[in-house]
């Protein structure tokens, strides 16, 4: 029986939780290596795992496995699939995860590099609902797509257009639009936080026509995505109110059982195939 072979690019919040998951059985494979430009975030990670992969760098761990994870940040991902592509040439690295969807909108030829190369690419459906239902609309004509992401202050902090425009988040008392425009300004001011934007973008009308709206809500406990879908099939509204990753408030824990879900099927299809 085929084993898939792990390899995670990025020990954070969702990096760490994939590495558990697998280390439990429940996504079917094997964690063969982990990297991130913090070896201390590593090593304690590495001491939370039963099975031990090996800590190295991007390129080794491009080599060892078979289905990379980058859990990274946008500015990375290039580097990382020009690495899992040059890989594929060797006939390594078949399958790659990822989830920070603002940097293939910075870099729109990997989708196109991905096919040519025969890389297996997957995006989870993240912190949102209603992917499928907006895949299914633009076989049709879709008018409008429009975001607005409602989150605690604490879920904002450092994102670049804050500092930009010299906004404290510690003075806001009540509900407060921080931003609006399109996908593309939101993911440039927003990187850690945005992620839904860029699948919305990817999968429905592109990056400049998606409208997005951010507020920051001292009130709210829950990190909220309202969608809402206009076009010729009708309308579709969806609100998904997600609680916040325990060890990282700018990501939705929703997001991280996105991934675990899509890497459990996959992992699922390879065993049942084989």
Not at 70 to 81: L, N, Q, R, Y
Not at 216 to 221: T, V
Request: glycine share 8%.
């Amino acid at each position: 029986m085929s084993v898939v072979r792990f390899g995670i690019v990025g020990c954070g919040a969702i990096g760490s939780e994939i590495a558990k998951t697998i280390d439990k059985g429940i996504i079917p494979g094997r964690l063969v290596a982990l990297c991130d430009l913090d070896r201390e975030k590593t090593r304690s990670l590495l001491k939370s795992l039963k099975y031990k992969p090996q800590i190295t760098d991007l390129g080794h761990l491009v080599q060892l496995a078979d289905f990379v994870i980058e859990a990274t940040h946008p500015d990375a991902v290039k580097e990382i699939c020009d690495t899992v592509f040059a890989a594929k040439s060797a006939d390594q690295c078949k399958s790659l995860l990822i989830m920070s969807i603002g940097g293939l909108l910075k870099n729109p030829e990997i989708l196109i590099q991905a096919k040519k190369k025969g890389i297996n690419l997957y995006l989870p459906s993240g912190a949102i609902a209603g992917i499928d239902a907006l895949k299914s609309a633009k076989l049709g004509r879709i008018k409008a797509v429009t975001l607005t992401t409602s989150k605690p202050p604490a879920g904002l902090v450092g994102a670049p257009y804050l500092k930009k425009k010299k906004i404290d988040l510690s003075r806001i008392k009540s509900r407060t639009v921080l931003f609006q425009g399109n996908a593309e300004s939101a993911i440039k001011g927003f990187p850690a936080n945005i992620n839904v934007a860029g699948l919305l973008s990817i999968v429905g009308l592109g990056a400049k026509r998606t409208k997005v709206k951010i507020i920051a809500d001292p009130k709210l406990k829950r990190n909220i995505h309202e969608v809402v879908i206009e076009g010729n099939f009708g309308k579709i509204t969806t609100r998904t109110e997600n609680i916040p990753s325990p060890t990282n408030p700018k990501t939705s824990w929703l997001a991280v059982l996105s991934a675990i879900a899509t890497l459990k099927q996959v992992s699922d299809t390879v065993r049942i195939g084989t």
